[in-house]
């Protein structure tokens, strides 16, 4: 323990230094470290999903820094320190808790979300939606996800996950049909609508659909690429190969997976 809280501490201390003496990080404000923190974001969510832990302690650091960083400039401001961070999701985590830091008895994790959803609307004195807290800026797909879990959380749900299969059914006939009539913004809209059924299956079968694409994305990248540098080798033009011989090697690809 007294290793780790020596490092954060030496960590608080080269901010300070940072924001002193460095040129670059003393012009730097929330607004301008907000995209870079997104995108540190999406780095530690690739090294997740490539199991690389070595990458993972790295992604964490540079999460780290940013998390500092913050508050420093709050600090600055004469808003907020990394004390009062740090306090406010301590205090957070243990309201949230009542069946580890209280005497609430649970039988299941799913009982532990609905009671961190419940007592959550009743923070800011009763007043808080179910929905608050879902920021705007977030992916579509990730925001869809969220939303779902958001209402699972108050009993908004399924009795049996399998029934969300007749809903995923209802929006693919829904959607067969506007494609018949042609009408592109009812077709985007009955896109979105079967997106979404699709997503709350997924979370109905403890599957994350955004790791579950992203899975997908790579393992395409990973044949066409194959496909593309197979067609090289003999000399060959991608746009001029038929069809059918792109299938025999995308299938050879499958094949040495």
């Known amino acids: 323990m007294q290793r780790k809280i020596e490092a954060f ?39 997740i999903l490539q199991g690389d832990l070595q990458e993972i302690k790295k992604e964490l650091g540079d999460l780290m820094l940013h998390i500092v960083f913050y508050a420093k400039i709050g600090s600055e401001k004469g808003e907020f320190d990394m004390g009062d961070v740090l306090e406010g999701i301590n205090e957070k985590l243990v309201y949230r808790h009542p069946h580890i830091f209280g005497d609430v008895i649970v039988n299941d994790a799913q009982e532990v979300l609905e009671n961190w959803e419940s007592l959550k609307l009743k923070e800011k004195g009763g007043n808080k939606r179910v929905l608050e807290g879902v920021p705007a800026a977030m992916p579509a797909l990730v925001k869809a996800n969220r939303i779902q879990e958001k209402a699972s959380g108050v009993g908004f749900d399924w009795e049996y996950r399998e029934q969300v299969w007749d809903k995923v059914k209802e929006e693919i006939n829904e959607l067969s049909h506007e494609i018949k009539e042609v009408e592109k913004d009812k077709i985007e809209a009955e896109f979105g609508d079967l997106f979404f059924a699709m997503v709350n299956a997924a979370r109905l079968y403890g599957v994350d659909p955004e790791a579950a694409l992203e899975r997908t994305n790579l393992k395409f990248i990973k044949r066409f690429n194959y496909l593309e540098s197979e067609t090289l080798q003999k000399g060959k033009d991608l746009k001029a190969m038929p069809l059918e011989e792109m299938d025999k090697i995308w299938d050879k690809a499958k094949g040495e997976e």
């Open 9 to 47: 501490e030496r960590l608080l201390e080269i901010m300070d230094r940072l924001r002193e003496e460095c040129p670059w990080d003393k012009k730097q404000t929330l607004e301008s470290l907000r995209k870079l923190t997104i995108e540190e974001t999406y780095e530690l969510g690739d090294a």
